[in-house]
């Protein structure tokens, strides 16, 4: 059988001996999470990609000291590759947990990144794990399993890009608790940067204030603007000897569009910036 969430796909970590993830925190999302934790609440994150959604559930797995099972969803992710599948093993067919599966049976955080992607099973399979009950039904065993105390479901999706594409149904938001995740001010945006990759602050500022500007100029249409991530790329490759110039713009303005006159302009702009 083939399994449509590809290894590289799925992450599971254990943070008990791992080095801190770096996280700036920009507001109360750090006790929101811990109390939607100790109440076993969903959480929900939303926002723009590259806005530190991934590396604020990293740092908090790390905080509460608990597993983390991150699932990239996909337009093929479906509720059988979240709850697990019958498998052939050598001369016999064996049940296979699936990610969803492992984290409830043993109190692991599970992290569903872009949940709207994924097919609407899934949505279905989840919804008995969002309220008072907190079990997962398995049809192929016809099995009812509760949740483990600390298993806690989070999940993101970025409303901008899923609006009048893919949407969470409000049946389904109801049941979390929601936090919107933007780009950092100016100032913490510049420290994420420095702490990083270890690029020169004065440099880190110039990042910084093209991706403003750039995430300022709503008439020229892109579907997505400068993410932090795409900051901290750049910050690598000016690091490694990368002249900046070159860098802007096959870090930062080339991955935003194939528009040659979009692309264009924002060279120019970032010509003059830097």
Same mark, same amino acid.
């Given at each position: 059988?083939?399994?449509?969430?590809?290894? &590289?796909?799925?992450?599971?970590?254990?943070?008990? &001996?791992?080095?801190?993830?770096?996280?700036? #925190?920009? =507001?109360?999302?750090?006790?929101?999470?811990?109390?939607?934790?100790?109440?076993?609440? *969903?959480?929900?994150?939303?926002? *723009?990609?590259?806005? =530190?959604? %991934?590396?604020?559930?990293?740092?908090?797995?790390?905080?509460?000291?608990? *597993?983390?099972? $991150?699932?990239?969803?996909?337009?093929? $992710?479906? %509720? $059988? @590759?979240?709850? =697990?599948?019958?498998?052939?093993?050598?001369?016999?067919?064996?049940?296979?947990?699936?990610?969803?599966?492992?984290?409830?049976?043993?109190?692991?955080?599970?992290?569903? @990144?872009?949940?709207?992607?994924?097919?609407?099973?899934?949505?279905?399979? +989840?919804?008995?794990? $969002?309220?008072?009950?907190?079990?997962?039904?398995? @049809?192929?065993?016809?099995?009812?399993?509760?949740?483990?105390? @600390?298993?806690?479901? !989070?999940?993101?999706?970025?409303? =901008?890009?899923?609006?009048?594409?893919?949407?969470?149904?409000?049946?389904?938001?109801?049941?979390?608790?929601?936090? %919107?995740?933007?780009? *950092?001010?100016?100032? /913490?945006?510049?420290? /994420?940067? !420095?702490?990083?990759?270890? +690029?020169?602050?004065?440099?880190?500022?110039?990042?910084?204030?093209?991706?403003?500007?750039?995430?300022?100029?709503?008439?020229?249409?892109?579907?997505?603007?400068? %993410?932090?991530?795409?900051?901290?790329?750049?910050?690598?490759?000016?690091?490694?000897?990368? #002249?900046?110039?070159?860098?802007?713009?096959?870090?930062?303005?080339? #991955?935003?569009?194939?528009?040659?006159? !979009? !692309?264009?302009?924002?060279?120019?702009?970032?010509?003059?910036?830097?």
């Amino acid at each position: 059988m083939v399994n449509t969430i590809e290894e &590289k796909e799925i992450h599971m970590t254990s943070n008990t &001996k791992t080095a801190v993830p770096y996280y700036k #925190p920009v =507001g109360k999302e750090i006790a929101i999470f811990k109390h939607s934790h100790n109440s076993k609440i *969903p959480f929900l994150l939303k926002g *723009p990609t590259g806005t =530190g959604k %991934s590396r604020f559930i990293e740092y908090m797995a790390h905080e509460l000291d608990q *597993p983390l099972i $991150t699932v990239s969803c996909h337009e093929e $992710t479906s %509720s $059988t @590759d979240l709850i =697990g599948r019958y498998i052939i093993k050598g001369a016999e067919t064996v049940w296979m947990d699936g990610p969803l599966t492992m984290a409830v049976k043993t109190g692991a955080i599970l992290y569903l @990144d872009e949940i709207a992607e994924a097919r609407p099973d899934v949505i279905v399979a +989840i919804h008995s794990l $969002t309220d008072h009950r907190r079990e997962l039904f398995i @049809d192929k065993l016809g099995k009812i399993i509760k949740a483990h105390p @600390d298993f806690m479901l !989070v999940a993101s999706f970025n409303p =901008g890009y899923q609006r009048g594409f893919k949407e969470l149904k409000p049946s389904t938001r109801q049941r979390f608790v929601a936090v %919107s995740f933007n780009y *950092p001010e100016a100032k /913490i945006e510049t420290d /994420i940067l !420095v702490n990083e990759t270890n +690029i020169l602050e004065a440099d880190a500022k110039k990042l910084v204030n093209i991706a403003n500007k750039i995430r300022n100029l709503t008439e020229l249409g892109l579907t997505e603007t400068v %993410s932090t991530r795409l900051l901290v790329d750049a910050a690598k490759l000016i690091r490694s000897g990368l #002249p900046k110039r070159l860098t802007v713009h096959v870090a930062v303005v080339e #991955p935003l569009t194939d528009d040659v006159e !979009v !692309v264009s302009a924002l060279n120019d702009l970032c010509d003059l910036m830097i």
